[in-house]
């Protein structure tokens, strides 16, 4: 499966890139200036020791991927779903998006439609299924290989089958994807991202996660 | 100590109170009624077999408490609140409250201010020192005393040390408090809990609960 990371030079998205390429995903990473994306892909290959990854400007990385996550910052959320909404037609699209507050990073500032993974689904209609995962994982845990996650991925969206199809894709990294229901549950996943960002500012750490109990399997 | 569980003989008061008189503390159930208390604190005595905790009337058990817990339905959270204000001067208030939405508990219906526990700050002012804690760990387990609970318990208000005194209180039970901050932190820990609802449901499980990870201790 090839795999666009939009918006993938940032803090979630080499992480991300590079897990999925270790797992042996065609990853393709997607930014706004293809110049910034290539050396990123250049980093992570040079890391990797392959050329697995290349890199693209947003739309044409869009374009040629099955599966695209978005890891913009929210500030960049409906612009950039703007910029590939052609091209992610049919498509699914995870998006990673977490409405911070900008001036208090330790809370949320939703969108009136409830959370970005709501407002990313009413922008697209029924022409892309959006699946909200990995707001809550540390992405300097994401980008170090060595490190085994300590964190469980919720995911929800709309699609049952889309949720399946991420929670595959979660897994085939390492990590215990939680099927959280329809988009509406992002109002909470989303917000959690506030929640450990608070206590990572709280406790001096980088990486607080979350683990669901309590659950079968 | 004397801890009062205002509203205690609904789902969440009797658990705690079972597990704090073991914890060697002295409890009083609250109720609108005083032989409902009466009532449930015969039945957890019965189970104890000791004579550790009494029933009263909500201002009766708020007047004798050093310290009180809200376990009352959202519904009736601030007329609670009235009924004890004046016995609750000077004293911590535990709020366990969540304004889960009445048409679906799988999610929050939050008051203006945010939370529940902003609410009742605002409603105390300086009088009455709110922290939430225990709105995610599950009921039914906090009911069995012989189940070893898997759920952190977040704890949030606004004065440090108020919130100190609330986590040796959890850690007396043998839980493991997590200090979140501030009030408004609880936007998001009380919004937890119709998440885990949400899974609940969805796994016909009834314990769903979270562990942080990646913090220090």
Known sequence: MTIAILGGTGDQGPGLALR??????????????????EKVAAELNAELGSEKIRGLDNPAAAEAADIAVLTVPYSAHLATLEAVKA????????????????????????????SA??????????????????????????????????????????DPEARKIVAGLVSKMGMKPVDAGPA???????????LLIRLNIKNK???AGIRLTGLPG
């Open 87 to 114: 091209q992610l037609k049919g498509k699914i699209l995870i998006d990673v998006s977490v409405p911070l507050d900008p001036d208090n990073v330790r809370r949320m500032k939703m969108p009136a439609i409830g």
């Open 117 to 158: 993974t709501e407002e990313a689904q009413a922008f697209f209609g029924d022409d892309t299924k959006v699946v909200a995962a990995f707001q809550n994982v540390a992405a300097h845990h994401l980008r170090d290989a060595t490190h085994a996650i300590d964190c469980d991925i919720l995911i929800c969206g709309n």
């Open 20 to 37: 999925w390429a270790m797992a042996g995903e065609t990853v393709i990473i997607g930014s706004r200036a293809k110049e910034k994306a």
């Open 184 to 194: 509406e549950a992002a109002r909470v996943v989303e917000s959690l991202t506030a």
């Open 205 to 207: 750490v980088k990486g």
